[in-house]
């Protein structure tokens, strides 16, 4: 095999390893979670727990109006911090981590979880950003 088919060849299977991984995402996320727009988010919220699964300085830097940090990182330290018996809003910056969390919450036995379609990028509604002295 010359270079040129090689090079093609990897290419060709780091295209189809990103593929692969994204598909996965999309089917875990479908079933560990609900995929909701802004306007069932908003909807349900006041009844929610509403969940900012990004690091803090990133939830600092400004996050939804109501929302609780609980960064994917801690999560799986962080179960008992939230209620069988409502449901969990997650959003992250776009929602691949409200995926992986939504996971993660599945494999606990949470079964009423919702992600923020667009994620926080997404988000048109009041927003709250932590005062910098």
Known sequence: MSPIMWVNL???LIIL????????FQIMGRRS???IPEDEFKAGMKKAQVIDVRE????DSGHIMGARNI???VL?????AFRK???????????SLSIRAANKLRKEGFTNVYILKEGYEGWSGKTKKKATL
Request: proline share 5%; net charge neutral; hydrophobic share 40%.
């Open 10 to 12: 990897v290419m060709g």
């Open 17 to 24: 390893a990103v593929v692969l991984n994204w598909g996965y």
């Open 33 to 35: 979670a609900t995929i």
């Open 56 to 59: 803090k300085n990133e939830f």
């Open 71 to 73: 960064p994917f990182t």
């Open 76 to 80: 799986s330290n962080s179960f008992g």
């Open 85 to 95: 018996d409502q449901p969990i809003y997650l959003y992250d910056t776009r929602k």
